[in-house]
């Protein structure tokens, strides 16, 4: 049973930036497209972005293009997310997930996936 593990979230002011890790056990990470989410209080929880197991082919959302990087290191079994240039709209509770894949697969879609880590929380304040 793949199980999911996020961290690296904490404060930080705008214009700052976070790298959030998602470590795997369980299974091989390579197995699996990743995605990841946000929740905000008194929000849905939207997408950020997805990365292929096969190629380490993104997809990202709208309003975190350009600011925010998706890897992986499937020799750590972990999946990172950098974030720059931070704004206090990206406060949120940030997860991970996982789904089954190959090649290029990839969504943004969430109820696609199947494993979801715990969260870990961003606050962009001053």
């Known amino acids: 049973q793949l199980q999911l593990v996020e961290s690296g979230g904490g404060l930080v002011q705008p214009g700052g930036s976070l790298r959030l890790s998602c470590l795997a056990s369980g299974s091989f990470l390579a197995y699996y497209a990743i995605g990841w989410f946000r929740q905000a209080p008194g929000k849905e929880r939207e997408p950020v972005s997805s990365i292929s197991s096969g190629d380490g082919s993104t997809l990202y959302a709208d309003p975190v293009k350009g600011r925010f990087t998706v890897s992986r290191d499937d020799a750590k079994n972990t999946v990172y997310l950098q974030m720059n240039s931070l704004k206090p709209e990206d406060t949120a509770v940030y997860y991970c997930?996982?789904?089954?894949?190959?090649?290029?697969?990839?969504?943004?879609?969430?109820?696609?996936?199947?494993?979801w880590g715990q969260g870990t929380q961003v606050t962009v304040s001053s």
């Open positions: 997930a996982a789904e089954v894949a190959t090649g290029s697969w990839k969504t943004l879609i969430d109820d696609e996936y199947d494993y």
